[in-house]
């Protein structure tokens, strides 16, 4: 009977240390969100008391599942995917899933309605820009000469042929 006893605490003891979970899957990302094609470098920050972690990652946009600790994805569409990192320690296993938002690209083009000038004529530029999925925020013009201008639309003299 004494042996019994003893068989049923051990067996008790192994119960209680396993419901106590020992592994926790956790990642981090240098960036949640950019315009595609987006690059994306994952951080495994799991944790385990016990053993060693192995890491099987799922990307959700085509690409393999990875067993690297630290990977890095190229998000070539836009679109919300969802990335899920799974790890095991031999014999527990946890999983944490996160969103990555890739925007579509705007689309660029502008208006000129004079593209030949004399010297000291103003040329007028108006942009004719299609957001994608995120409000535009700058504008960058170059008139050829090294200089320079921002906002939507805009104008310029030039001073020599």
């Known amino acids: 009977m004494l042996r019994m006893k003893n068989l049923l605490l051990v067996i008790l003891i192994t119960l209680t240390l396993k419901s106590f979970g020992t592994i926790h899957a956790d990642f981090t990302v240098d960036k949640v969100s950019g315009c595609a094609p987006l690059l994306v470098n994952f951080t495994s920050t799991s944790t385990t008391t016990i053993g060693h972690i192995s890491c099987r990652w799922e990307f ?3 690409t393999g599942p990875s067993a690297a600790n630290n ?13 899920k990192l799974v790890v095991t320690n031999g014999s527990e296993k946890d999983s944490i899933t996160k969103p ?7 689309q660029v083009d502008f208006d ?27 504008y960058a013009w170059g008139f050829g000469n090294g200089l320079a201008s921002s906002g939507p639309n805009t104008y310029y003299s030039y001073n020599s042929p």
Request: net charge negative; glycine share 6%.
């Open 100 to 106: 990555i938002t890739a925007f579509r690209l705007p």
């Open 71 to 83: 990977p890095s994805v190229i998000y070539s569409n836009s679109g919300v995917y969802h990335v």
């Open 112 to 138: 000129a309605p004079q593209l030949i000038l004399c010297v000291d004529d103003t040329l007028h530029l108006s942009s004719n820009v299609s957001s994608g999925n995120v409000p535009i925020t700058d």
């Open 60 to 62: 959700d946009n085509g």
